[in-house]
């Protein structure tokens, strides 16, 4: 069983940082990738960005140049550091890990961009 713990999620105002945390515990084997989906209500949840265990990125073009996506393969946490954020990107985050055949689902943090 895998667990994912989310952390960092909170209100900003409108051009605004955050730093988002998601760290992987339990049986985890050969990590594919590990991401972060963002669902807004109403919406689809959709991708935003997610990183491989060789490194190479994936972003949204929504978030190009604001969204920034890192990992720490030894302590098997991503972050996403979050700069300029638009009342458009309130979402509630999940992060998200591949492995072999298998997807798993942190429980979401919600962000507020709102002044």
């Known amino acids: 069983q895998v667990q994912l713990v989310e952390s960092g999620g909170g209100l900003v105002q409108p051009g605004g940082s955050l730093r988002l945390s998601c760290a992987a515990s339990g049986s985890i084997f050969s990590i594919n990738a590990m991401g972060w989906y963002r669902q807004a209500p109403g919406k689809q949840r959709e991708l935003v960005a997610a990183i491989t265990s060789g490194g190479s990125t994936n972003y949204a073009d929504s978030v190009k140049g604001r969204f920034t996506i890192s990992r720490d393969n030894a302590k098997n946490t991503v972050y996403l550091y979050m700069n300029n954020l638009k009342p458009e990107d309130t979402a509630v985050y999940y992060c998200?890990?591949?492995?072999?055949?298998?997807?798993?689902w942190g429980q979401g943090t919600q962000v507020t961009v709102s002044s």
């Open positions: 998200n890990l591949r492995a072999a055949s298998l997807t798993y």
